[in-house]
């Protein structure tokens, strides 16, 4: 006698499906399942029944290879969206978890560019809203900042996006390198503006402004005159205030708060780990008595120009570390720390520090950033997700 036909073998699989029975290959609870995808106990009973017959193993193996590709990948990325955040926010400061937000974005084979380019598309209808919400935006620099503010471009919302004017300043000068002029803080200010508020916004720009005062070549002297030629630059006192914090000077006293201290965004990447400051290394920083090779085994993080210290450094070590940070003319840590506590609550109110990062070998910078509170809204691809240690596997 012939067997009747199972005829959920027919049925499409859904996402819900395909999650329950990763969840369940892995020995979550009915209840946590059901809790995580936010539907009934008796639908994942069902889900879970029909899944053992299609792609669960009877030893609860998920049977990936009988999935289609496509759907396997979206799968995966709706398991991250739902245990990222938890896992990130019991890294952050008790006072700063509800403050986090996190995005993952699913950006697909290809090359880095490729990626990249997909990564700032899947991001900017997020970044959107954040900008809305926001008076005043600094921008760091970079081909990852690039990709967003080209999507941002490609949004079908003519500008002006808001009944104000935001204000977007650029928080690091020029590396005189070899990079795109498309990459530089300044260029990106003055096309986010143009994309916001109209056509002919025209920003606060450090183009003028070299991304380090070398040490190598230079006598003392020699680099104080170099910094009263950057305080020349009305921008430069307008954002960061005067270098040597005179602010008794007569000179300086119009100048009230300095800009990258009152943000309420800041959008910006992160270094990896074998390769911090990327585009704003330029030319400069090879005209450092701190090596490259030597800056990179100093940090536990670089953002935007920002070095993060590895723990325990030696005072020699410090000491190579603070002569990098005073050679740096942009964006500083209580800028990054000012804005990120500006934040009430990840969605509403200013947003706060924006990193936008994916790849590999980042996932330790964004974790320190958030032990210390310096991240507000995280998003990135699912190369990086995973490396955050996320359970998945996409492949």
């Given at each position: ?5 199972d ?7 859904t ?8 969840f369940?290959?892995?020995?979550d609870?009915q ?16 889900l ?10 009877q ?9 289609p ?27 700063h978890?509800?403050?986090l ?8 084979p ?13 991001a ?34 003519p ?7 935001v ?29 916001v ?9 450090l ?22 030629l ?7 006192l ?7 914090n ?34 704003g ?6 005209h450092?008595?701190?090596?490259y ?32 940070q ?30 936008i ?21 995280l ?8 490396e ?5 596997q996409?492949?």
């Amino acid at each position: 006698m012939n067997k009747p036909k199972d005829k959920t073998k027919d049925i499409p699989f859904t996402v819900d499906e395909l999650a329950t029975a990763y969840f369940t290959e892995r020995g979550d609870e009915q209840q946590d399942i059901a809790e995580k995808l936010g539907i009934s106990r008796t639908k994942v009973c069902h889900l879970i029944a029909r899944a053992r017959k299609r792609c669960l193993h009877q030893e609860l193996k998920f049977l990936s290879e009988r999935v289609p590709q496509n759907l396997l990948e979206e799968m995966y990325v709706r398991v991250a969206r739902l245990e990222l955040p938890p896992l990130l926010a019991k890294l952050a400061p008790a006072e700063h978890a509800r403050k986090l937000s996190v995005k993952i974005c699913y950006c697909g084979p290809g090359n880095d560019q490729q990626r990249m380019r997909m990564l700032g598309q899947e991001a900017a209808s997020y970044v959107r809203t954040l900008i809305r919400r926001s008076e005043s935006c600094g921008l760091t620099w970079g081909g990852t900042l690039e990709a967003v503010v080209a999507g941002l471009r490609q949004l079908p919302h003519p500008s002006p996006w808001n009944d104000h004017d935001v204000e977007f300043v650029p928080l690091s000068g020029e590396p005189l390198g070899k990079g795109r002029h498309s990459f530089a803080s300044s260029s990106l200010a003055r096309e986010l503006g143009s994309i916001v508020n109209k056509a002919e916004y025209d920003p606060p720009s450090l183009a003028m402004v070299p991304a380090f005062v070398p040490d190598i070549g230079f006598e003392e002297t020699e680099r104080s005159v170099v910094w009263k030629l950057i305080e020349l630059v009305e921008d430069y006192l307008k954002i960061f205030g005067p270098h040597d914090n005179d602010v008794d000077n007569p000179r300086y006293a119009r100048l009230g708060t300095p800009k990258a201290m009152g943000l309420d965004m800041i959008l910006t990447s992160v270094g990896s780990s074998e390769h911090p400051l990327g585009f704003g290394r330029g030319i400069l920083f090879d005209h450092m008595r701190v090596t490259y090779h030597a800056l990179t085994s100093l940090l536990a993080a670089e953002v935007g120009g920002v070095c993060i210290p590895k723990p325990n450094l030696t005072a020699v070590e410090t000491r190579q570390l603070s002569t990098v940070q005073g050679s740096w003319t942009g964006l500083r840590l209580e800028h990054l720390e000012a804005c990120a506590r500006r934040v009430t609550h990840a969605h509403y109110g200013p947003p706060g520090v924006v990193v936008i990062s994916g790849g590999s070998k980042r996932a330790d910078a964004v974790r320190e950033m958030i032990r210390q509170g310096l991240v507000n809204h995280l998003i990135v691809d699912e190369v990086l997700a995973k490396e955050l240690n996320l359970p998945t596997q996409v492949p």
